[in-house]
Structure formats: C-alpha cells, structure tokens
C-alpha cells in the first residue's frame, strides 16, 4: 500500500509542477498499470478492488508472453500464440492546480476492439489495433485527493483477425496531455515546402486551433525554424487571430535560405516550434520535424531525391520485434534499423499498416524512403474476424487520423492505401480507390498515393482502372517488368514486394543447380525433418523468387523507381511454406534474431559502395563430399580460392551475375577466398574447419546503455571451438543468469519452428548461435549476464547502466 501511494504521490508531484510553470505537458503515462485476464465488467467502477492483479509497465504485449501450442492454432499465421480478452486499469491523482486545463489520454495504439472508461464513464471504442487515438477526461475526472481510474478493455480474441502476427494489448505508449482551454489540435501543424532549390525553401505552415472556451478568442501566434545546431533561423508571428468556434486554421509562410537538404546520406533536420499566446502570456507551444527535399517520379527514368537520381533499395518490414513481440521499444527498432542500412538499404515499407510513431522518428534521423501503408484489406476479407468488418464505419476516420498523424515525417514519400486489396477485382474497386485518394489529397497534396497491386494487367485490375494511383505499385510478377512501360503508358512504377525468397540461417543444401519454388498446398509441400530451408538463395515461395533473380529485373528496369524486398526480418506468424510447428516467417533477409542471413551481403554487395567479401557455406563436412562453394563479393575485379593454401581458380561475376561459385571436394582446413583489384588485394576471408565445441562466447552490441528501465543490450552468443571457430552446428542448450541493475526481456537463436518460449532464462544455440536481450532497470550500476551449457567453458559479460 506505501509503494501504491508512492507512485500517486510522484505523478501529483510532477502534474502540480509542470501546471505551474508551464502551458502544455505531455506526460509518460505508461508506468504501474494493472492487468489481468479477469473479465469482470465492474473494473471499469473505481471500487473495484485490483490488488490482486499484475503490476506492470506499457508498452505491453501480453501474447508474447505466452507458449507456443496447438491449441492456438487458429493463429498460426498469428504465430500460433494466444490472444483472448483483457483489462488495464491504472489509478492516479490530479492536482487541484489542473483543474482549469484540457486533459487529454491519447493512445498510440492498442490491438484491438478496446474500450476506454474514466471514473465509471464509457469514452469510446476503436476497432483497429494500429491507429492511434485520443480522448478527453476533463469532465469526468476528480481533483485533490480523491483518486482517478482509467480502466481500458482490450478484446483479441475473435480469431483470425490477422495474416501476421499482431500481439495483444496496450502495446503501444500511452500518454496524457494538459493544455490550456485554447491549444493546438491534435496533430494540428502541418508543414510543406512548396519551393526548394539550393539558394531558399519555401515553408508553408498550417495550423489548426481547438477553442474549448465556448466563446470567441483572440491569440497571437508564432512559428519558428531551428535548425540542428538549436539556433533560430527564421520566425514569423501573426498577431489578432479570431478563433469563431471550437476550431480555427491559420496560415503561415517562412523561408530557409540555403536550405540544408535531407537525404538518404544525410538525413539533416530541422525543427517547428509554434507557439500560442493570449494576452502577452505564453498558452501552448508544438513541435514539429522538418526535413526540406524534394523528389520526383518519373514515367521513364525511376525516382530522384533532390535532383539526384536514385533507386530506391527496400525492404517491407512488419511491426514485431522478435522475441520482444509488439511491445514497442525504440532501441530494438534503431537496431532493426541500423543492421538494415549497413546492408545499404535505404526504403522501408510499413507492411501493411501504420507503424508506431517512434519508428518514423528513426527513420526521419536515419534517412530512409518510407511508403507509409494504412491497409492490408478494405471491405472484403482475408481473414475471417478482420478489419473488413469494420471497414464501412472506420475506414474514412482510420485513414484521415493516419494521414494527420505521419505527415510531418521527412522520411514517408509515398502513402500506400493498400495491400493486394481483393477489391482489385472488380469494379468496387474502382470507386473505393477514389474516395481513398480524396480522402487522403485533401489532407496531404505533396505525396505519392499508390497502393500494392497483383495484377499487372490493365484489363484485370479494377484499382488500376481508377485513376486515382499516381504511382503503381506492383506485387512480384518481375517476368511482366519489360512490358510495364507499353501495358500502362505514362505511368510511374514501384515494385513494391519483391522475392519471398525462403531461408534458415547456416542450413546448406546441395547441389544447387536450380530454384525450388513452395507448394500451393502446405500439406503437400516436401519437407526437412527439423523445418529448415536452404540458405542458398535458391528457394522461394511459389508466388515469388529468389533476391538475385528479383533484384536483377528491378536494377535493368531504369523506369521502376525501386523496390520493396519481402521482407528486411524474419517475422512472428505467416510459417509458409510450413505447416505448425512452424510458428515464423522464413522470408528475412535477417532472421528473428537479428543474425543476418548469407543473402545479407548479397545485398550489400549491390547496395553499397564499400568493399564486400563473403562466403559460404561454413567447412564442417563429410570427407569427399562436393561442396558449392559461394562468394558474394563488391569493388573487386575478381575472387581467388583456396583450400589449405592450394588455388582453386579464380572467378570472375558475368553480366547480371551476384556471385561466383566453385565446386568443391571438402577436406578440412582452411577455405580461404581474396579478392583483388587490378591485381591488388582488396579483402581477405577465412572459414575454417571448426573443432569439438568448447566455450562460449557472448558479445554485446553495446555494453554501455541508459539506465531508463527501456533502453537494451543484444548479447550474441556464439559457441566457439577451443580457437574461437563457430562450431556451425552447435544447437547447446544455453541457461542464463544475471546480476545487478538489468533484467533479460527476451532470447531467441532464429530458427522459425522452435517451440521454446522467448520469456525465459534459457535458449537453445540454433546453428551455433543464440540471442539474450537485455533490458536496464532506472538505476545506474553494472548487470552481470552469465551463459553457460553443459560441457562447456562459460562465458560472463558486464553491461553498465548510466543516466
């Protein structure tokens, strides 16, 4: 009961003084919630008693949480865990200082049907587990010492509702949100550069005012440009603002001499601060990024940023975060993020729906070409509990809130309003296509709308026909590229899902002389005993191909703008080609774990200017066995292997070609491949034969993390032989111990059919390695991370927690 009064007593504390000083707040409202899988319809009352419920922070995904079964196998393309019906309650204290500001809660999304209560009073429902919603609490809350309930029903359980794994819960951050009776609306500044070029930018700033008073006001307002450095570079106020009703729109123009671009290299940003003032006193104050660019897309010769030709090099990325789930957490996010710009990638599209706030942030700082999608479906289905039963009363709000929402983000050129939408068809689609796009012109002009199609047919694409698409997106298919340019005459062309190439990290099937394709019928599909697929890229979903095959047809097509591969990360749910215990995606260029694939540097080999040498497979073999030999390689004329110090020639990659191969009888050694230049040595690599496993050991990608209780350390575990070689096939069940200021939120090792749980102390090594995340409490100090197998030397790792 003390620590219960404690945590009110803080956010008194902290809502009195912000009231004081200042004209907005935005409050962390995610800490010590309630949970519980009781449905009981009297939690929404502030007498319910909770105290038998979990305490926990948000973000909260609570199907994570649990065991991989059969039981759920209604989810399998969910991932096969579960999901039913929850409640949230939180209890808080509002100052008496706050009684005459605007309270707002404002979810950033909670999957799905929730239904919010304050003190007993129903707020209102929203259907769709991605978007982002907010109500008001002023009316019904109490102020002084008398306590607040938000209780929050959260109903997943009609099942299927999703092809992917969705989590459950409020898995994304909540906040609360004070103002003064006069403030800016929600997502209420808009930005755009009507005019950019190298001597000034252009600044068109919309602002909308919401008037909560019941009478005329009139304000002054103010917006200024700073940039990166914090300094001030343009301003303008406009002064007597009449605001009639509970709304008012205002309009202001700036200009950025010598504008600092964004761009995929540098991602340069500027920031809008607005403020709001009555009577010479300071009433709300609103921040924006800007990022000032300007692109085209262009019928014949693809996609330009800033002047700059450039073909866009993407991935599709759903919204899980592996063994954290839907749970959102920046870091994890930024690591995705930055594995993926290292292979070179440069785009990402939102698959297929909008994505947490947070993640546009990371891609606005880290320059990346963004098709923002809101869709996966309109009003026909693709699973039977769907959003398409909600589609007639949600659709026009879900997609104008998303628009509001992400269109400040530098990084989103394209809003996608669909994906494989069976309305393509026939003629539904025609007029569903329209009012989509008018919908989203009129709140957004300076974009690209397109939307995902299949069919590459004028003739059998309804969506098409519309007329409403500036930019096609096309769905695999590459066979039909030659023809786009004569079949849809004058049109702009994305490939916006390319692939379904199909993979397991460090699994090796020989020979590999042509591409496998999935069956149609799982049931039928031919199998490995342990559910794995051969990390040659050489395998594929029947619908799709391999990434060579499906990049060289976007790279020779100057008028494709770009592509959009499926997909960056493996992924929970959606197990094709397999059947359960198959419980993830197999199309990652990166696994689940964050361990790239061997196709990775295939990719960086085309994506980046920097020397690459990689190769494959691992030398553990039979004795005699024929081996193919791969090596993906970039800035080098040619490749030279040898075998314990023996040449087996050199090679060299032909037009159209991504690797060089050799054929190889397997002795154990040292396989060792040189790439020269003009004859000059540009890289070296070695894989050799490994040994017995012996040790372990644990790498951490940053041993130095912040002690906010969110921020994480992904430690890698590799069991190594007694020289530090990777034993490829070592699968050791690893147990974990930790000490000190962290706690381990996940592990995970890639393999998309095990069966272990990812909230726990142990994993088992797949293919030699393993995953532990690990999370830092609020206090500073050190976390000790010990991993240890039978057998085995173990390994210790000390991470340090600071403010």
């Known amino acids: 009961m003390k620590k219960f009064f404690y945590i009110l007593l803080l956010i008194v504390v902290t809502v009195e003084g912000f009231a004081q000083q200042k004209s907005r707040e935005t409050i962390d409202f995610n800490k010590s919630w309630k949970f519980s899988f009781e449905n009981n319809e009297k939690a929404i009352t502030n007498q319910f008693n909770d105290t038998h419920w979990r305490t926990l922070n948000l973000p909260h995904d609570w199907s994570i949480e649990g065991q991989f079964s059969a039981e759920h196998l209604s989810t399998t393309q969910g991932g096969a865990l579960p999901t039913g019906l929850a409640w949230y309650r939180k209890s808080f204290l509002m100052p008496s200082t706050a009684q005459h500001k605007i309270i707002w809660i404002t979810f950033d999304g909670v999957y799905r049907n929730s239904e919010v209560w304050i003190n007993g009073h129903y707020l209102g429902k929203r259907p769709n587990g991605y978007a982002s919603f907010r109500y008001e609490l002023t009316k019904y809350l109490k102020f002084g010492k008398e306590k607040n309930v938000i209780a929050v029903k959260v109903d997943n359980s009609e099942q299927p509702n999703s092809r992917w794994y969705t989590g459950s819960g409020i898995y994304r951050n909540v906040r609360m949100i004070m103002t003064a009776p006069i403030a800016i609306d929600q997502w209420g500044v808009f930005a755009t550069t009507p005019k950019v070029n190298a001597e000034e930018a252009e600044v068109s700033i919309e602002v909308n005012l919401l008037n909560k008073t019941n009478k005329t006001q009139s304000v002054t307002i103010t917006s200024s440009i700073i940039d990166a450095d914090g300094k001030t570079i343009a301003s303008k106020t406009s002064k007597n603002i009449s605001i009639k009703d509970s ?14 671009l964004w761009s995929i290299t540098n991602p340069y940003l500027y920031k809008i601060v607005t403020k709001v003032y009555q009577n010479n006193q300071e009433i709300d104050v609103y921040e924006i990024p800007l990022g000032v660019r300007f692109f085209n897309f262009d019928s014949a010769k693809g996609f330009s940023l800033n002047g700059k030709p450039t073909k866009i090099q993407g991935v599709c990325m759903h919204h899980d975060l592996g063994a954290l789930g839907a749970a959102v957490n920046v870091r994890a996010m930024e690591r995705q993020l930055e594995l993926l710009k290292v292979m070179g990638c440069n785009g990402i599209r939102t698959a297929h729906n909008p994505p947490v706030p947070e993640f546009l942030d990371l891609c606005d700082k880290m320059g990346f070409i963004v098709m ?10 693709k699973s039977k509990k769907d959003y398409s039963a909600d589609w007639n009363a949600w659709h026009q709000k879900d997609l104008e809130d998303f628009i509001k929402r992400d269109r400040n983000h530098p990084a989103i050129f394209m809003w996608s309003i669909g994906n494989e939408i069976r309305e393509q068809f026939d003629s539904t689609g025609i007029t569903i296509t329209r009012e989509l796009a008018v919908i989203v012109k009129k709140l957004d002009s300076t974009r690209i709308v397109t939307s995902a199609l299949t069919e590459n047919e004028p003739v059998k694409n309804f969506i098409f026909q519309s007329g409403a698409l500036d930019l096609l997106g096309f769905n695999y298919k590459h066979e039909g590229y030659p023809d786009f340019p004569k079949n849809f005459p004058n049109q702009k062309f994305i490939a916006s899902e390319t692939a379904s190439a199909l993979e397991s990290r460090g699994r090796y099937e020989m020979p590999q002389e042509k591409i496998e394709l999935s069956s149609r019928d799982v049931k039928t599909q031919p199998r490995n005993a342990d559910w794995t697929l051969s990390a040659y890229d050489n395998v594929a979903a029947y619908w799709g191909t391999t990434h060579e095959e499906a990049w060289e047809a976007v790279k020779n097509a100057p008028f494709i703008a770009g592509t959009y591969v499926w997909t960056g990360f493996d992924y929970l749910g959606e197990p094709h080609p ?20 061997d196709v990775y540097y295939m990719y960086q080999s085309e994506w980046t200017d920097k020397p690459v040498l990689h190769l494959l497979p691992h030398w553990n073999w039979e004795k005699g066995k024929t081996v193919d030999v791969w090596a993906y390689y970039s800035q080098a004329d040619e490749v030279e292997l040898f075998l314990n110090d023996k040449s087996l020639g050199i090679k060299r990659k032909g037009t159209d070609e991504f690797h060089v191969k050799w054929s190889v009888n397997y002795e154990a050694g040292t396989l060792k491949a040189v790439s020269r230049k003009a004859g000059k040595i540009i890289l070296t690599q070695e894989i050799k034969t490994a040994g017995k496993a012996f040790k372990i050991k644990a790498t951490a990608d940053h041993q130095l993390i912040k002690a906010d209780g969110k921020d994480l350390s992904f430690v890698k575990i590799s069991i190594v032989d007694e020289n530090g070689n990777l034993v490829p096939e070592a699968n050791h069940l690893v147990n974990f111990s930790i000490e000190g200021e962290g706690v381990i939120v996940g592990v995970d090792n890639g393999y998309q059919a095990s069966l272990e749980p990812f909230k726990a102390n142990y994993r088992r090594a797949f293919n030699g390695l393993c995953l532990a995340i690990v999370q830092a409490s609020e206090t500073t100090g050190k976390i000790v991370l010990k991993a240890s197998a039978e057998g085995l030397q173990s390994d210790t790792i000390i991470i340090e927690t600071k403010k």
Not at 247 to 260: A, E, S
Not at 578 to 597: T, V
């Open 247 to 260: 709304t008012g729109k205002h309009f202001q123009q700036l200009k950025i001499i010598k504008p600092k």
């Open 372 to 381: 923002d999608e809101a869709f996966d479906m309109w009003k026909k289905r």
């Open 578 to 597: 397999y059947p359960w215990p198959a419980r993830s995606a197999y199309f990652g260029i990166i696994d689940l774990a964050g361990f790239p694939k």
